[in-house]
Protein backbone atom coordinates (compact mmCIF):
# COMPACT_ATOMS: atom_id res chain seq x y z
CA UNK A 1 0.00 0.00 0.00
CA UNK A 2 1.57 3.13 -0.66
CA UNK A 3 2.57 5.59 2.03
CA UNK A 4 -0.17 8.37 0.70
CA UNK A 5 -3.58 6.49 1.19
CA UNK A 6 -5.16 5.88 3.73
CA UNK A 7 -6.77 2.45 4.77
CA UNK A 8 -10.30 3.31 3.93
CA UNK A 9 -9.71 4.82 0.59
CA UNK A 10 -7.99 1.25 -0.70
CA UNK A 11 -11.82 -0.31 0.67
CA UNK A 12 -13.87 2.01 -1.63
CA UNK A 13 -11.48 1.26 -4.49
CA UNK A 14 -12.32 -2.15 -3.83
CA UNK A 15 -16.06 -1.28 -3.51
CA UNK A 16 -15.48 0.70 -7.04
CA UNK A 17 -14.04 -2.35 -8.70
CA UNK A 18 -16.54 -4.58 -7.42
CA UNK A 19 -19.73 -2.24 -8.44
CA UNK A 20 -17.62 -1.81 -12.00
CA UNK A 21 -17.71 -5.80 -12.42
CA UNK A 22 -21.36 -5.86 -11.21
CA UNK A 23 -22.70 -3.76 -13.99
CA UNK A 24 -20.66 -4.82 -16.58
CA UNK A 25 -22.11 -8.52 -15.72
CA UNK A 26 -25.71 -7.13 -15.61
CA UNK A 27 -25.09 -4.88 -18.78
CA UNK A 28 -23.75 -7.95 -20.78
CA UNK A 29 -26.73 -10.34 -19.03
CA UNK A 30 -29.91 -8.07 -20.56
CA UNK A 31 -28.02 -7.74 -23.84
CA UNK A 32 -27.71 -11.87 -24.31
CA UNK A 33 -31.42 -11.44 -22.89
CA UNK A 34 -32.33 -8.74 -25.12
CA UNK A 35 -30.76 -10.53 -28.71
CA UNK A 36 -32.38 -14.04 -27.51
CA UNK A 37 -35.87 -12.40 -27.28
CA UNK A 38 -36.46 -11.92 -30.66
CA UNK A 39 -35.20 -15.69 -31.44
CA UNK A 40 -37.72 -16.84 -28.99
CA UNK A 41 -40.68 -15.28 -29.91
CA UNK A 42 -39.81 -15.97 -33.45
CA UNK A 43 -39.64 -19.43 -32.60
CA UNK A 44 -43.00 -19.22 -31.02
CA UNK A 45 -44.90 -17.69 -34.10
CA UNK A 46 -43.25 -20.78 -35.85
CA UNK A 47 -44.60 -23.49 -33.44
CA UNK A 48 -47.55 -21.70 -33.79
CA UNK A 49 -48.01 -21.35 -37.56
CA UNK A 50 -47.36 -24.94 -37.83
CA UNK A 51 -50.05 -25.93 -35.80
CA UNK A 52 -52.74 -23.34 -36.99
CA UNK A 53 -51.67 -24.96 -40.49
CA UNK A 54 -51.84 -29.04 -39.00
CA UNK A 55 -55.46 -28.15 -37.81
CA UNK A 56 -56.42 -26.61 -40.95
CA UNK A 57 -55.16 -29.83 -43.27
CA UNK A 58 -56.51 -32.03 -40.46
CA UNK A 59 -59.73 -30.67 -40.45
CA UNK A 60 -59.63 -30.45 -44.91
CA UNK A 61 -58.58 -33.88 -45.15
CA UNK A 62 -61.37 -35.99 -46.42
CA UNK A 63 -61.72 -38.98 -44.22
CA UNK A 64 -63.51 -41.99 -44.45
CA UNK A 65 -66.53 -41.27 -42.05
CA UNK A 66 -69.73 -44.07 -41.03
CA UNK A 67 -72.70 -42.02 -40.90
CA UNK A 68 -75.99 -43.67 -39.22
CA UNK A 69 -79.13 -42.59 -40.56
CA UNK A 70 -81.89 -41.42 -38.00
CA UNK A 71 -84.99 -42.88 -37.91
CA UNK A 72 -84.12 -45.32 -40.80
CA UNK A 73 -83.60 -49.30 -40.56
CA UNK A 74 -82.91 -51.97 -42.86
CA UNK A 75 -85.01 -55.06 -43.56
CA UNK A 76 -83.24 -56.34 -40.66
CA UNK A 77 -84.28 -54.40 -37.99
CA UNK A 78 -80.70 -52.79 -38.17
CA UNK A 79 -79.38 -49.11 -38.26
CA UNK A 80 -78.89 -48.18 -41.98
CA UNK A 81 -75.17 -47.10 -42.39
CA UNK A 82 -73.81 -44.44 -44.71
CA UNK A 83 -69.63 -44.84 -45.63
CA UNK A 84 -68.50 -41.08 -47.24
CA UNK A 85 -65.49 -39.08 -47.29
CA UNK A 86 -67.95 -36.36 -48.08
CA UNK A 87 -67.70 -33.63 -45.47
CA UNK A 88 -70.60 -32.49 -42.80
CA UNK A 89 -73.25 -30.45 -44.26
CA UNK A 90 -73.67 -32.45 -47.25
CA UNK A 91 -76.98 -34.01 -48.40
CA UNK A 92 -77.04 -36.88 -49.89
CA UNK A 93 -80.12 -38.93 -50.98
CA UNK A 94 -80.65 -42.63 -50.29
CA UNK A 95 -83.45 -44.93 -50.58
CA UNK A 96 -84.63 -46.31 -47.14
CA UNK A 97 -87.33 -48.88 -47.71
CA UNK A 98 -90.08 -45.85 -48.39
CA UNK A 99 -88.67 -44.39 -51.46
CA UNK A 100 -85.72 -42.25 -51.85
CA UNK A 101 -84.79 -39.75 -49.19
CA UNK A 102 -82.50 -36.69 -48.34
CA UNK A 103 -80.02 -36.64 -45.57
CA UNK A 104 -77.97 -34.24 -44.03
CA UNK A 105 -74.47 -35.70 -43.01
CA UNK A 106 -73.43 -33.85 -39.49
CA UNK A 107 -70.28 -33.73 -37.42
CA UNK A 108 -72.02 -34.71 -34.36
CA UNK A 109 -70.10 -37.93 -33.47
CA UNK A 110 -71.78 -40.71 -31.09
CA UNK A 111 -70.29 -42.92 -28.73
CA UNK A 112 -69.41 -45.85 -30.91
CA UNK A 113 -67.15 -43.28 -33.78
CA UNK A 114 -70.31 -43.46 -35.65
CA UNK A 115 -71.65 -39.65 -37.18
CA UNK A 116 -75.20 -38.47 -37.44
CA UNK A 117 -77.21 -38.24 -40.74
CA UNK A 118 -80.36 -36.19 -40.04
CA UNK A 119 -83.50 -36.45 -42.37
CA UNK A 120 -84.70 -33.35 -44.29
CA UNK A 121 -87.91 -34.79 -46.19
CA UNK A 122 -89.45 -35.90 -43.04
CA UNK A 123 -89.55 -32.27 -40.92
CA UNK A 124 -90.99 -30.55 -44.10
Known amino acids: MPPH ?3 GDVQLGWARVA ?3 HS ?4 IAVSILRDAVPEFLG ?11 GWYVKRRRNTLRRYILLNSVDADG ?3 LHV ?16 PERFELTDVELPDGTYVAEPIDRYV
Open 5 to 7: TAP
Open 19 to 21: LNE
Open 24 to 27: DVTE
Open 43 to 53: GHAVVLVLAVL
Open 78 to 80: NPV
Open 84 to 99: TTRRPGTIITRDVGRG
